[in-house]
């Protein structure tokens, strides 16, 4: 989680990606690298397991990063029958149009695993089996559209028992329905036993500044620790989510109607209550924010048909992000001005090679994007590496 009393992050610098699917392919995650798991809850490695060194648990964290090389340890060997469960900490899962959760299985063998997932880590729902490899999950069937998901289960299905790497090898879990996730230490923001906000919301009004750019439904959540009655932490944590919701409504101009709340009591916890630093941790306000799924029709988001294929924009703020399906191409950029990004495009190969990469590849270069007034027609100056954009063979139409 990200504990917002200590430090802050800038999720627009999360911005969109492509990653390797370890399969000859490539991946957009829309919020880029903190789309992937976090935190190793618990591993029960198979039997028989994986020869030394390949059932490390928490190299089926973060970001994919198999080579495709069998000396490559950055990835997890669940073992015949193993069991994997990992939690999102700075962000969530929950459902989008379309498919919401990846589990990338690499290796030569394709070695399916059954896939739970939770809110707590305790209460669990079967949401289906992989077919083995780069396996995309939709939850649709499983969840309500509200329903908002921490934990993942994998179970290796026991398909491959030999050789020195038996059942399923992870390299990364990430969701695709991926949305920021903030948490807020309650002694920071309220005294012992209240629901009175503090007189220092310096951190409170970053969130908000951030939650304004998004311009997407915001969610509340209220925690408590153990002490006292269920009842009462019930009470308590519904008073300060609806005092922090208060807040950023009166003091921040943000819509109302763009915020809910919900009161979880002592439920959920995050650490052990039986200690004082633990029943710190949670005593918390979690505040959820999703991506605007109403993104107004002039405007550079969308999909555009170009020469160089299909090109679907995305769009943080003043940052950009785009992503080519046919082949793994990438843009990001800055809005200058309404209707201009200024930025870079990036390659699997091309005629000329860099110096230095970026998105980890080096065929990369300059561009220039004009809109025009409509929105309906898009023209590219681009260039290779740091060359000034000049060339003008780049040019598109919206879908």
């Known amino acids: 989680m990200i504990f917002i009393s200590l430090f802050s992050i800038n999720i627009f610098a999360q911005i969109g990606r492509t990653y390797d699917d370890g399969h000859g392919g490539r991946i957009f995650f829309p919020f880029g690298d903190i789309s992937f798991a976090d935190e190793v809850i618990s591993f029960k490695v198979g039997n028989p397991a994986p020869i030394a060194g390949y059932g490390i648990p928490s190299q089926a ?73 780069f396996s995309k999950i939709d939850i649709s069937k499983y969840v309500k559209k509200t329903d908002v998901f921490r934990y993942v289960k994998i179970i290796d299905m026991k398909e491959r028992s030999d050789g020195n790497w038996p059942g399923a090898d992870i390299d990364a879990i990430g969701a695709i329905g991926s949305s920021i996730n903030f948490q807020l230490n309650s002694s920071v923001l309220f005294k012992t036993g209240e629901s009175t906000l503090s007189n220092d919301k310096t951190e409170l009004i970053k969130i908000a500044e951030k939650i304004k750019k998004i311009n997407g439904l915001t ?73 605007n799924s109403n993104q107004a029709k002039n405007d550079v988001v969308g999909i555009w048909d170009t020469d160089w294929g299909e090109l679907h924009i995305y769009r943080y703020g003043e940052t950009i992000a785009g992503w080519y399906t ?47 007034e409509a929105f309906t027609e898009l023209s590219v100056k681009w260039g290779y590496c740091s060359d000034e954009p000049t060339k003008v063979d780049w040019n598109g139409k919206r879908k």
């Open 61 to 133: 964290l973060n970001i994919p990063d198999y080579k495709d090389e069998r000396d490559d340890k950055n990835a997890t060997s669940l073992g015949y029958g193993g069991e994997l469960v990992v939690k999102f900490t700075d962000n969530i899962l929950y459902d989008i149009d379309g498919y919401d959760l990846i589990v990338m299985e690499i290796g030569a063998a394709i070695e399916p695993v059954d896939v739970y997932i939770s809110k707590n880590g305790i209460e669990w729902i079967s949401v289906g089996k992989t077919g083995g490899g």
């Open 219 to 291: 969610l509340i959540e209220g925690y408590t620790d153990n002490v006292g009655s269920p009842e009462s932490n019930i009470i308590l944590s519904e008073k300060r989510a609806q005092s922090i919701k208060k807040f950023l409504t009166d003091s921040c101009n943000i819509a109302a109607n763009l915020i809910e709340t919900f009161a979880f009591g002592e439920s959920n916890p995050v650490a052990d209550n039986k200690t004082e630093d633990g029943r710190k941790k949670n005593r918390r306000v979690e505040i959820i924010v999703f991506p």
């Open 326 to 372: 046919d082949d793994g191409g990438e843009i990001v950029g800055k809005l200058t001005d309404e209707h201009t990004i200024e930025g870079k495009w990036v390659e699997n190969g091309s005629d000329r090679v860099c110096g230095e990469n970026v998105y980890d590849r080096n065929h990369w270069g300059r561009i220039i994007m004009k809109f025009n």
